[in-house]
């Protein structure tokens, strides 16, 4: 069984930053593929970013990428999601999500319906 925990959220002005932390508690932390993803009130939920077991290979939405930086530290078992640059529209509960639900992946996944397990959510409010 795995446990996911988020924490890190919070109001910030627009152009501001967040880090995002979310802790693992089970076996198998070094074997799972990782990610972020949010949703807003109203709206489906969306992927932000995904990273491969071994950290070495991550993939962004198109509406991150170069504001957010996902990363993961194995001595910790934590994952991370470094927020620059927040806009009014990054606005949503942020959620980490793990273990794919198919095996043999070589590249991180960004589709939320692939993954096992899920944390309950971080709040993010960005204001203009």
């Known amino acids: 069984q795995v446990e996911l925990m988020e924490s890190g959220g919070g109001s910030v002005q627009s152009g501001g930053s967040l880090r995002l932390s979310c802790v693992y508690s089970?076996?198998?932390?070094?074997?799972?593929?990782m990610g972020w993803f949010r949703q807003a009130p109203g709206k489906k939920r969306e992927s932000v970013a995904a990273i491969a077991s071994d950290g070495t290979t991550t993939v962004y939405e198109e509406t991150v990428g170069g504001r957010f930086t996902i990363s993961r530290d194995s001595a910790k078992s934590t994952l991370f999601l470094q927020m620059d640059d927040l806009k009014t529209e990054d606005t949503a509960t942020y959620y980490c999500?793990?273990?794919?639900?198919?095996?043999?992946?070589?590249?991180?996944?960004?589709?939320?319906?692939?993954?096992?397990?899920w944390g309950q959510g971080t709040q993010v409010t960005v204001s203009s």
């Open positions: 999500a793990s273990d794919l639900t198919y095996g043999g992946a070589t590249v991180p996944d960004l589709n939320p319906l692939n993954y096992r397990y």
């Open positions: 089970g076996h198998g932390y070094d074997r799972d593929f």
